[in-house]
């Protein structure tokens, strides 16, 4: 391994730990959108809330954190 190759190294380190994260993140919030009830869900349906926490992240899991389910739920 040589001098150049330390940037490309810390690159893809940095990246596998975001991406990580990423999937770590979405499916917590899959996880906890299986558990709510149809009731608890608030401003769309289930599909819905599954579509906007993997396709638009991180906007996505944060909407459906602080509106997609009904009070008195603890995260």
Same mark, same amino acid.
């Given at each position: 391994?040589?001098?150049? #190759?330390?940037? $490309?190294? $810390?690159?893809?380190?940095?990246?596998?730990?975001?991406?990580?994260?990423?999937?770590?993140? #979405?499916?917590?919030?899959? $996880?906890?959108?299986?558990?709510?009830?149809?009731?608890?869900?608030?401003?769309?349906?289930?599909?819905?809330?599954?579509?906007?926490?993997?396709?638009?992240?991180?906007?996505?899991?944060?909407?459906?954190?602080?509106? @997609?389910? @009904?009070? @008195?739920?603890?995260?």
């Amino acid at each position: 391994m040589t001098q150049n #190759d330390m940037p $490309a190294l $810390a690159a893809l380190a940095t990246a596998a730990v975001i991406l990580a994260v990423v999937v770590w993140f #979405d499916l917590r919030c899959l $996880a906890d959108l299986k558990r709510t009830s149809d009731a608890q869900l608030r401003h769309f349906d289930r599909r819905t809330w599954a579509f906007l926490i993997v396709l638009v992240f991180p906007i996505g899991p944060l909407l459906y954190l602080m509106y @997609g389910k @009904g009070s @008195g739920r603890p995260l």
